[in-house]
């Protein structure tokens, strides 16, 4: 499993901080949004999913987007690491994470 950016998992405004692949194996464009941070597939308005801003470890800033396929199979790893450690999950099906991240599996048709 390649190294990963841990996650703060959800932002205030409800997007989920999905893990990424390591700073160092990310392009400008991939940093940027502009592909998608896991497979480089060219991304547009329509068919981008947010992966959350972020600083980069490298003091930049990181505006990662991902297509539906690959942002829903990073939410899952999300939910899985997630929800081992998470005392809410435990006991409340309505952990937020927990439903952003379904759904957002969900949405990828996963």
């Not at 841990?6 to 990310?26: E, F, H, I, K």
Request: net charge neutral; proline share 7%.
């Amino acid at each position: 499993m390649p190294e990963t950016i841990q996650p703060a998992a959800l932002r205030t405004d409800g997007v989920l901080q999905l893990p990424l692949p390591a700073l160092s194996l990310l392009s400008d464009l991939q940093r940027r949004g502009a592909c998608c941070a896991w497979c480089r597939t060219t991304l547009t308005a329509e068919t981008a999913v947010d992966a959350g801003e972020r600083p980069a470890v490298d003091g930049g800033q990181l505006f990662p987007r991902g297509c539906r396929k690959c942002a829903g199979r990073a939410a899952y790893q999300l939910l899985w690491e997630h929800s081992r450690a998470c005392d809410v999950c435990r006991t409340d099906p309505t952990c937020p994470v927990s439903v952003a991240a379904t759904r957002l599996m969900q949405e990828a048709e996963l």
